[in-house]
């Protein structure tokens, strides 16, 4: 793209225009009248705008006061004040929708209402805590903030607190908690507020928009100090915002807008394309500017992006923009399946070392995926692998309060009752599947899985997005963790568990200055590198597994299209078959990578669209040293032989912990009794209370789920149930032989045999 001189003096009108392609200078000659830019990413819009701006300063057609731009982030915005001084339009505001609001409520206050301006509050959170309080309800810090953000979206969209619950089922949303429910908090945050005279970033807009509808004269006056607007990512608008930007306007049209359908990704917070959408309908006599040509992404890139909206469908579809490279040629996407999450980050590292050995800076590499939690395969890839890192918008792994709060109290606290109670505990030993017993730390998954449970995790996932999901992922995560650590350390309990996190967490817990960035696909959103890897492309992940509607379904299309076109050069895109080494792989590549691989088969080394590269081996633990994925002895952990459980509906293999544990699919039908497990738990209850321990360390909820299936008549049989083992059938046996003969659920020789 052509370049212009820097500095902060007036840029000649000639060099202005000289510097910019023929779309670009359609925009920047459309100084009047209503204007619609759609800017496919990398076409230079923000470029567009500025100077069309300098170019009405440069030429007398605006004054710089009467001039303001409005953006969505206080980073886009001072990187728009930076650009316009350096074009010689210093004195142009350019700000975000809640700046520009706040700075009028607060100069026209005194006179529209008068008192004290009321006071802004930073954070939703307090208050919002006070009106679940008040209600006499509960909610833990990250259901907090999932109301606050429901709430939130409901301001934004201009919905009131009684009309929460029909407007949220309208809109296919998934409240954290009963709809009726989210409205009596809604109401009573909004008397809180008014308790406090508080306002909130949505009040900031709403009072200023109710002071220009009530106040004719004070609209007259905004109006006449802002005659010329310009509002960029117009894309992600919400009703709230529009409602201010007409008030603005009046009945002037001298606006110009700028914006990609095909970047919108918020409309969870309220965001709605149709405003750019409908721009040329709510106009007379529009100027509409494409702006198609890419300057960020090389020509394999931009392919890769064009294909992916081939297959878009809905509005946003109808209204895309089909890029055209502008870079010289490039290396082709890369795409990589891998045997396992593990193995996947792994690989990742490896290729992030190769490309900073061929000198690529640290700095122009990052690694985007859909939800935070991914992060930690990463964070520890990286460290291993001696990477610097830096997160974006998001604490490190270890950092998170719920990783931390699981570790450092809940584990640690488990790990302390057993050690407290060892000397009471007679010394297990393995059990027929190879697997020891519950007394010397059994299956570790399933421990951290009830220990977990017992302070409010479910296995099932919440529905909807939001912090509580975020919540439930960084857990799953450690869950996933304890997967892996039990199998290739079959001997290990809570106590080499916790030891061994608090290791990853020092590990990765250095600072650093530069280094590869790891991010969400949101995170990301405005920003650029020279290679990005978009990683754990899988159904599920990407799309996101509750997105359900078509509607949904798109707007992660959006999203991955995102992440594709911050890449300037090189474009990595991978997943996994397994999360776990040795796990079952029952994971399959995203639906939106469908037709882009070139129809690449399993032993394909490189398609037309790119390279295909199928990950290797066994995977090697971590913290073995080295990268490869070496299949020799001595790299190997020791393990002990697991003999094959099969489950005892279907007789299929069991690889999952959770299904050995029960010994049957989870999907196949179970016979457990209701009577007769409601009598074992109240039975655990009562040992559990006695001896002063958790009531998993007695028995979990899958090992008495596998009880009350399997029914054993004998001591013998007893211990064949994963969980139980001879120590505990010794203990425990006779009180729970009895229990299952009293409701007539005894199996006899059947399950003894």
Known sequence: MPQTQSGSGPVPVAALLDALDPEQRAVVEALHGPVCVLAGAGTGK???ITYRIAYGVATGEYIPSQVLAVTFTQRAAGEMRGRLRQLGAGGVQARTFHAAALRQLQYFWPKAVGGPNPQLIDSKIPLVSEAVRRLRLNAERAELRDLAGEIEWAKSTQVVADDYAAA?????????????????????????????NAIDFEDVLLLTIGIMEERPDIAATVRNQYRFFTVDEYQDVNP??????????????????????????YSFTGADPRYLLDFADRFDDPTMVKLVRDYRSTPQVVALANALLDRAEGRAAKARVQLIAQRADGPRPKFAEHPDAETEAREVAREIKKLVDAGVRLSEIAVLYRINAQSEEYEQALSDAGVPYILRGVE?????????????????????????HASDTLPGRSGPDGAPDDDEGGDLASEVRAIFSS??????????????????ESLAALVALAEEYGRTHPDAGLDRFSAELRERADAQHAPTVEGVTLSTFHAAKGLEWDAVFLVGMTEGMMPITYAETPEQIEEERRLLYVGVTRARERLFLSWSLARSPGGRASRSPSRFLDGLRGGVGRDTREGAAGGVIRGGGSARRRGSGGSGGSSDAEDRPSRRIVEPITCRVCHKSLIDPAERKIGRCETCPSDLSPELYEALREWRSGQAKQQKLPAYCIFTDATLTAIGETRPATPAALTRIAGVGKAKADRYGEEVLGLIESHGHSMGQTAAS
């Open 46 to 48: 923000t470029r567009a």
């Open 168 to 196: 949220a089922a309208k809109a296919l949303r998934t409240p954290p908690r009963d709809a009726a429910e989210v409205a009596k908090v809604y109401a009573e945050y909004e008397s809180a507020k008014r308790d406090r």
């Open 240 to 265: 709230l915002q529009q409602r201010l930007l007409d008030c603005w306007l009046g009945d002037r049209a001298d606006v110009c807008v700028v914006g990609d359908a095909s970047q919108t990704i």
């Open 396 to 420: 490190r792994f270890f950092e998170r309060p719920e990783v931390r709060e699981a570790i450092q109290v809940w584990l640690r606290g488990a790990a302390k009752a057993r050690s407290d």
């Open 455 to 472: 302070h409010g995790w479910t296995p099932l996932a919440p529905k909807g997005a939001g912090r509580l999901r975020d919540r439930w």
